[in-house]
């Protein structure tokens, strides 16, 4: 069999005949459409091209082999016949990558989480950077989860020996080296060849968890695999949860023999919200159909096409018969309020991560940090906190060591960190994210000694001020640079 040309190719560029070029493999998609967990038109908007950068962004590998029966590989691809823009794209493509890295600063330049999202600003893509930080509509929310340690002050304690200080702690009873833990992102090879993989060596390195997301764009089992190889401490594992019951219990399956620790099921994103800096860089052309409902005919963005397979049905029986079907400690990823915190303790949940999804699903959504106040407030009150059996975790806005002071002394058990490690690796690979990692040591351990803590158990409620915590004074949201306007006046440079 002779390989095909792009011409050959090309003659199958509709939904009712669908082929796509994929790491020099041609497939038939066309059966596939309709099932496809993205939705049909980021498919039919690559009919009969080539596909391998986009797809390669999202998908682990061996996607196309899990879904696609061996009848519709219909043979190699002949690179040669590409089409001459189609070189000159990807020259241009590949001389923007090597200019946008050409004057990378040293990483230890980089003194502190802010300075690496600098960075990471002018490495990555636009569409990459889009995705990574965009968040929902006018970004009240993103802001305030940086803007609410601003209105929690100290209560240093003094003449105390803090020559020796220890910032490790165990997370469900698991050990850890600092009160953080690295959560869950998605699309991880937007910002690196090797995704996800640089957070799992991170953590071998310094002695976090890790949780791997199911939105991973390397395969659970090479992250896994990863964890086995670095002598990666435990990980966590977050569940989006999926119409189909049946793929949830495999998830499950595969969870509990990779010997994950805990199952964080995500209950804040029965619909993503809508992120318009991502929308606007047109990653999915139409996007897809997370609702089930009739295709949306407009810019969507990367998380869009990703995410139509989430169960917009999911309630607490749902989220207790996940609980019901595995043997491992199951925690709520994303409550917000305190009747859902006592609701999840009561029904015999491991724990809660109080989430705003980082300001990406509702705006105008209060910080975990705020949040958490009340519900430690709350739980005291039915002698339901502190408890071995439930713990309290928050993320959302962690940059500084004395952020996560601050949430320890109001009752949480740690804190988990996401954005600041995609930036670290996509400047600096695995190395960026141990750098970021070793910074907040170096500020937790300076903190510590400065507030009269020599260990977490001695950041107490007495040593924080929260008198102002629930003040929303109404500033004016920074811009983002991603008005409609800002878009145009870039697409003339």
Known sequence: MGKLTYDEVAKHSSADDCWIILYGKVYDLTEFIPEHPGGPQIIVKNAGRDATKLFDTVHPKGTIEKYLSADKFKGEFDESTLPGE????????????????????????????????????KVLSPEAWAYYSSAADDLETYHENKTVFRRIWFRPRILRNVRVVDPSTSILGIPSKLPIYITATALGRLGHPDGELNLTRAAAKTGLIQMVPTLSSCSFEDIVNARTEDGAPTQFFQLYVNSDRRVVVDMLRRAEKANIQAIFITVDAPQLGRREKDMRMHFSDEGSNVQGGEIQNRDEGAARA????????LDWDGALWIKRNTRIPVLLKGVQTWEDAVMACE????????????????????????????????????????????????????????????AIAMGATAVGVGRPFLYAYSAYGVDGVVHAINLLRAELEMNMRLIGANTIRDVVPEMVDLRALHTHNGLPTPGDGSSVLDVMDKSRL
Not at 393 to 398: A, I, P, Y
Request: charged residues 30%.
């Open 86 to 121: 189609y070189k000159e794209q990807q020259k241009k493509e590949e001389a923007e990558e090597q200019e946008r890295r050409a004057n990378l600063p040293p990483m230890s330049s980089c003194l502190n989480l802010h300075d690496l999202e600098l960075v990471a600003s």
């Open 347 to 406: 029904m015999g949940f491991a724990g809660v991560v109080l989430s705003n999804h980082g300001g990406r699903q509702l705006d105008y959504a209060r910080s975990g940090v705020e949040v958490l106040e009340e519900v430690v407030r709350e739980l005291r009150k039915r002698n339901m906190f502190p408890s071995p059996a439930f713990q309290i975790l928050v993320d959302g806005g962690f940059r500084r060591g004395t952020d996560i002071l601050k």
């Open 306 to 313: 990703i995410s139509s397979f989430i169960d917009p049905a």
